[in-house]
Nanobody, 115 residues
Framework: QVQLVESGGGLVQAGGSLRLSCVAS????????MAWYRQAPGKQRELVAT???????LYADSVKGRFIISRDNAKNTVFLQMNSLKPEDTAVYYC?????????WGQGTQVTVSS
């Protein structure tokens, strides 16, 4: 089993930055993909960015050039550096992991961007 714990959310003004962290624990060996999703009120959960264990990254068009996903595999941690934040980035951000064991979600962390 895998557990994911996010941190780093909060309230920030438009144009500001936040850095989210997600620490994974449990059975972690093997190829895997870590990702950040977000869900705004009244909207479906959407993919923000992914990074797999060999370094390939992928971003949603809405965050390209503003967000950076990175991993510290030695610490089983994935980060999401969010710059130039906009009010439309307001959402609960969820950490996600996929590997041969299955799909795993964190509990989510709230990010609120004020205008």
């Amino acid at each position: 089993q895998v557990q994911l714990v996010e941190s780093g959310g909060g309230l920030v003004q438009a144009g500001g930055s936040l850095r989210l962290s997600c620490v994974a624990s449990g059975s972690l060996a093997g190829f895997n993909t870590m990702a950040w999703y977000r869900q705004a009120p009244g909207k479906q959960r959407e993919l923000v960015a992914t990074a797999n264990s060999i370094g390939t990254t992928l971003y949603a068009d809405s965050v390209k050039g503003r967000f950076i996903i990175s991993r510290d595999n030695a610490k089983n941690t994935v980060f999401l550096q969010m710059n130039s934040l906009k009010p439309e980035d307001t959402a609960v951000y969820y950490c996600h992991r996929s590997d041969y064991r299955g799909l795993f979600w964190g509990q989510g962390t709230q990010v609120t961007v004020s205008s």
